[in-house]
Nanobody, 127 residues
Framework: QSQIVESGGGLVQPGGSLRLSCITS????????LGWFRQVPGKEREAVSC????????HYKDFITGRFIISRDDTKDMLYLQMNNLRPEDTGVYYC????????????????????WGQGTQVTVDF
């Protein structure tokens, strides 16, 4: 059975950092386009960043403003999101998602494009 599991969330003060990790079981991340998304209650799930299956294309949403770094290690079936200079508005449940094949992440980094999801990890930015 295929499974995606996120970890690394928690409570952090504004300006702090967290590193989220995502690991899969039951399938290999290679040949998948991957993404990080987040959601707060009452709002739609929004994209944070996506990386193409060939690792050559990365897309960050504008609100990231250079604070986050997405990376993947296909040898370990791992996806990461390094989050720096966190702000209260970054609070939410962060999800890892995978979609088989190549996606043009510049145009298709959106929740509707992904069909395999983890259960999410809570990130809270507060004093």
């Amino acid at each position: 059975q295929s499974q995606i599991v996120e970890s690394g969330g928690g409570l952090v003060q504004p300006g702090g950092s967290l590193r989220l990790s995502c690991i899969t079981s039951g399938f290999s991340l290679a040949s998948h386009t991957l993404g990080w998304f987040r959601q707060v209650p009452g709002k739609e799930r929004e994209a944070v960043s996506c990386v193409s299956s060939d690792e050559h294309r990365i897309h960050y949403k504008d609100f990231i403003t250079g604070r986050f770094i997405i990376s993947r290690d296909d040898t370990k079936d791992m996806l990461y999101l390094q989050m720096n200079n966190l702000r209260p508005e970054d609070t939410g449940v962060y999800y890892c998602a995978a979609e088989v094949g190549f996606l043009d992440v510049q145009r298709r980094c959106s929740a509707a494009q992904f069909h395999s999801w983890g259960q999410g990890t809570q990130v809270t930015v507060d004093f």
